[in-house]
């Protein structure tokens, strides 16, 4: 599923026009129509507010689908969102959105998704990063960057940098704790702040580590989570059950070939 946020970058996820959608919610749909007729000085039918997001696929209000200019540019220039455009700057139209909307602006902002290996003076800092999200000692996380860093194993540790500030995480390990030693390698430690979480960050990080290790010829990989319907939308399938080590309870395992 593609992100709700639009090419301006407003969330599509909290658009009454799309949750009056989704939710089939008629009355929903009459409110929005008469808001908008209001605020745009034109007739809006209820029969008009149909969308299921900008970036979705899909239907689209008659205005998204082919009047709204910011979202035709975006398609003509192939742009994932005008985040990634080198105009957004200076754009009128895109700065009317960011005006008024904050968040908007927060949401475009462009990440930097890099291995380790690329920013190797970031060794210390991101060992304490994932320290202070997970709690296993420094040194562990040390141990293992080091090594990677030095090309003793090709199990690698990826970062996502919002400027210079790590955002978000992940590594792959041998085994993640589990019972299940044939399944490996695992990858471990996902994590995205909570201030960045809906922008795809995790998802891109996943992504990186696959393409990454199928050039090293390591695949399949394996993670474990309790999480349901998350890292399936990224091409990751339930595999089986494994005992966690020091839990109670059995974890599930995924795999991506």
């Not at 290996?117 to 080091?146: I, N, Q």
């Amino acid at each position: 599923m593609k992100q709700m946020i639009a090419y301006c970058g407003l969330n599509c996820e909290t658009c009454e026009a799309r949750l009056a959608t989704v939710s089939r919610d008629e009355a929903l749909r009459k409110k929005v129509a008469e808001s908008w007729s209001k605020l745009n000085g034109a007739e809006i039918t209820p029969n008009m507010i149909h969308c299921e997001g900008c970036r979705a696929d899909g239907l689209k209000t008659p205005y998204c689908e082919a009047l709204c200019p910011i979202r035709q540019c975006a398609l003509d220039k192939k742009m994932e969102t005008c985040g990634r455009c080198g105009e957004k700057d200076h754009c009128e139209k895109l700065g009317a959105i960011m005006r008024n909307n904050p968040e908007a602006a927060r949401n475009l902002k462009s990440y930097i998704f890099i291995a380790l290996r690329e920013r190797p003076e970031l060794l210390d800092r991101a060992a304490s990063w994932f320290h202070e999200k997970w709690g296993v000692p420094k040194e562990a996380y040390l141990a293992c960057m080091t090594a990677y860093l030095n090309r003793g194993t090709e199990y690698g540790w990826y970062l996502c940098l919002d400027g210079e500030k790590i955002v978000g995480g992940l590594g792959v390990i041998e085994n993640d704790f589990h019972d299940r030693k044939d399944l490996r390698p695992n990858v471990c430690a996902v994590y995205t702040e909570e201030a960045h979480r809906g922008r795809g960050v995790a998802g891109q990080l996943l992504k990186l580590a696959v393409e990454d290790m199928k050039t090293k010829g390591i695949s399949p990989l394996y993670l474990v989570t309790d999480h349901i319907g998350f890292y399936e939308r990224y091409g990751w399938e339930f595999l089986c059950m494994a005992q966690g080590d020091g839990e109670e309870e059995m974890t599930r395992v995924y795999i991506h070939r």
